[in-house]
């Protein structure tokens, strides 16, 4: 079985500064891709950012970072000079050969961004 | 705006009604999803289509029935349902869930809020 752990329900962050948001996942399986999603108060989930398991280096896209640590399972989400439209619901999902492929989401984290 | 649309965007409905939730997708995949979402739950997966056929019913009750007429539509067909299952519901579709990749990205809809009274 797969799991993904968001230990962090909020945090908040200064407008222009970098906040890390952190996952931590449980899988047994060799190969696997990690995903964030931003969901704000509208509800459209937004994919932002992939990792595959076998990716030799971190995933960026824009302002978006994925720190991963294979060793640690872990696989964090740095958000760069943060803007208030960053302000939502960030969640982490997985998915691999344990979870026939269907995505594993974590419980999500609330990001406030302060002006 | 990700390719994926959903209508009606709000839905208000009695126990006794009967309404259908309506997903399109222009992204050229050839799977499907629905999901559920409740307040302070993790997000639910219910069915996933995959070139039209039904590949997982994730124990739902059968108030709930969908239906995939081609790899672009998926519709949730609502009949007889209770106050606990009003939430958001959200359609997804993929490349194709069959390629079983890790990487084959789920990309969704805005949702449909909605509220059985």
Sequence with gaps: AQKITQTQPGMFVQEKEAVTLDCTYDTSDPSYGLFWYKQPSSGEMIFLIYQGSYDQQN???GRY???FQKARKSANLVISASQLGDSAMYFCAMRGEGSNYKLTFGKGTLLTVNP | ETGVTQTPRHLVMGMTNKKSLKCEQHLGHNAMYWY???AKKPLELMFVYNFKEQTENNSVPSRFSPECPNSSHLFLHLHTLQPEDSALYLCAS?????MKRATDTQYFGPGTRLTVL
């Design chain 1, 59 to 61: 995933a960026t896209e």
């Design chain 1, 65 to 67: 970072s994925l720190n």
């Design chain 2, 36 to 38: 559920k979402q409740s």
């Design chain 2, 94 to 98: 993929s490349q194709a869930m069959g």
